[in-house]
């Protein structure tokens, strides 16, 4: 798998201090999307053991408050192949951090066995995200001022508590950084 970019300290894709991971490889072609250089696999630079190392360290610092996975597309079936091992690294390493990603696919799609988008590792990979960012980025609904979306059809998905609920929970955040009644 390539990368595109990786960014510490980003605080602009998730709640708090966060590493941010730009993986590439993109089926979606979402018109409109901020970065379509992405969308080639071979864009940007391999994902190697040093690569996967350094983002590990990254995270170490107690105001780092976690990992957020986007790109190009994530759950790309080969994305999801050679994201799982290093998400499960990072969920091993620091279970008090959380793990985001962002993705151009629908959560119902993901789940469902009969879907193209779920693999043999998708449930692993979803085990081990906190927060799931949904739905292709529309260009006609963007909405600048939704908090951690592109566009408004896009939700923002609490995946521990959809997984005890059974059914989709979105997230809420921490109050003190919303603002009052818009979440």
Not at 4 to 28: M, P, Q, W
């Amino acid at each position: 798998m390539n990368y595109g970019n990786i960014k510490y300290f980003d605080i602009a894709d998730g709640e708090g201090v966060r590493t941010t991971l730009f993986v590439s490889g993109c089926t979606h072609h979402c018109k409109g999307c901020f970065q379509p250089e992405t969308w080639d696999f071979s864009f940007g630079e391999e994902f190697t053991g040093a690569v996967m190392e350094r983002v590990l360290e990254s995270l170490a610092p107690d105001y780092v408050d976690g990992l957020t996975v986007l790109g190009g597309e994530p759950f790309e079936p080969e994305n999801q192949r050679a994201l799982v091992p290093f998400l499960e690294q990072v969920r091993a390493r620091y279970p008090e951090k959380t793990i985001w990603s962002y993705t151009g696919d629908i959560y119902e799609d993901l789940i469902d066995p009969a879907s193209p988008r779920h693999t043999e590792v998708t449930d692993r990979m979803l085990a081990c995200i906190d927060v799931l960012v949904d739905g292709p980025y529309v260009e006609e609904l963007n909405d600048i001022t939704a908090r951690f979306r592109g566009s408004s059809n896009q939700r923002v998905i609490d995946l521990n508590a959809t997984r005890a609920a059974g059914q989709i929970v979105e997230w809420c955040g921490d109050e003190t950084f919303a603002k009052r009644g818009e979440w």
